[in-house]
């Protein structure tokens, strides 16, 4: 019977995902469907974080982080849960024995979104990677199922892919973020001053993630390879719109990639992966 209780806690992982995002979600079905599972979990166990320190505003925060951290440990070692998303991420850090300095950093960063409004350099850098490169690194064990070689050899790569992610995130909600929850990422960017050359000046960094992450996409396992590098497609479309977009348009309004251009992104994807040409 552990087996429809571990079942019904995954499914919980994956339900989340794909209510909170479909870009995200729909990537993760392009993975084997050997990965796809331990990668939800991963995902469920960030997105409920996340939802902690961006959303319950009406709740102590702090308390709620601080409980939900230590549950996270106590999963882990117990290898057992009754919250759902917990036992899942579990599962999956058990199987892949994936490193606990990862889940350390990651909750250190949400702990700075508790508190913490402004980023020098090296807050910056520290923030990005338990916020996102971390994440990265986890789905990466799962991907390498066991090769330590590959993973050493990916591990710039996979950090660079998560970075850039999070930075386009940081600039598609500039608004949400400045406005609503009064935080600014990106250090020395003054957004009630928000210049071309500050906009320009955060994509270049953007960019030279892009392309690290891409030399690793091409290194990675077939399970994960499709997965992966359509979810890169997905972002770097983004990341375009967003260069377009004069400072002032993503200060006031969410860019978004319509649906049917993420079907065109998939659809060509798939074609350069039949001629091997990614």
Not at 12 to 19: F, G, V
Not at 93 to 116: C, H, P, R, T
Not at 117 to 136: H, K, L, P, T
Not at 253 to 263: C, L, S, T, V, W
Request: net charge positive; hydrophobic share 40%; glycine share 4%.
């Amino acid at each position: 019977m552990m087996h429809l209780f571990h079942n019904t806690s995954q499914q919980c992982s994956k339900i989340t995902t794909e209510l909170y995002s479909t870009s995200f979600s729909s990537a993760i079905k392009l993975l084997h469907k050997d990965l796809r599972t331990p990668v939800y979990n991963i995902y469920g166990l960030v997105r409920f974080a996340d939802e902690i320190v961006d959303t319950f505003h009406e709740y102590d925060k702090c308390s709620l982080l601080s409980e939900f951290k230590k549950d996270t440990y106590a999963a882990i070692e117990r290898k057992i849960s009754l919250n759902p998303v917990l036992h899942s991420f579990q599962l999956t850090v058990n199987q892949y024995n994936i490193d606990l300095g990862l889940v350390e950093a990651f909750f250190k960063s949400m702990e700075w979104d508790l508190s913490k409004q402004q980023y020098d350099n090296d807050g910056y850098a520290e923030y990005i990677y338990g916020s996102a490169e971390v994440v990265g690194l986890m789905c990466l064990y799962v991907f390498c199922e066991g090769d330590k070689a590959m993973y050493e050899k990916l591990k710039p790569s996979a950090q660079a892919l998560g970075a850039a992610f999070q930075k386009v995130n940081f600039l598609r909600d500039v608004k949400a973020d400045y406005e609503g929850l009064n935080r600014t990422y990106f250090p020395g960017a003054d957004f009630k001053n928000f210049t071309p050359s500050m906009k320009l000046q955060i994509e270049t960094d953007i960019a030279a993630d892009f392309a690290k992450a891409y030399d690793g996409i091409l290194q990675l396992p077939v399970k994960a390879k499709f997965g992966v590098y359509v979810a890169y497609k997905y972002y770097l479309s983004l990341f375009k719109k967003i260069k377009k977009a004069q400072p002032q348009k993503i200060l006031e309004q969410r860019i978004r990639i319509p649906d049917f251009y993420k079907a065109f992104i998939l659809a060509k994807a798939s074609l350069r992966t039949q001629l091997n040409i990614l």
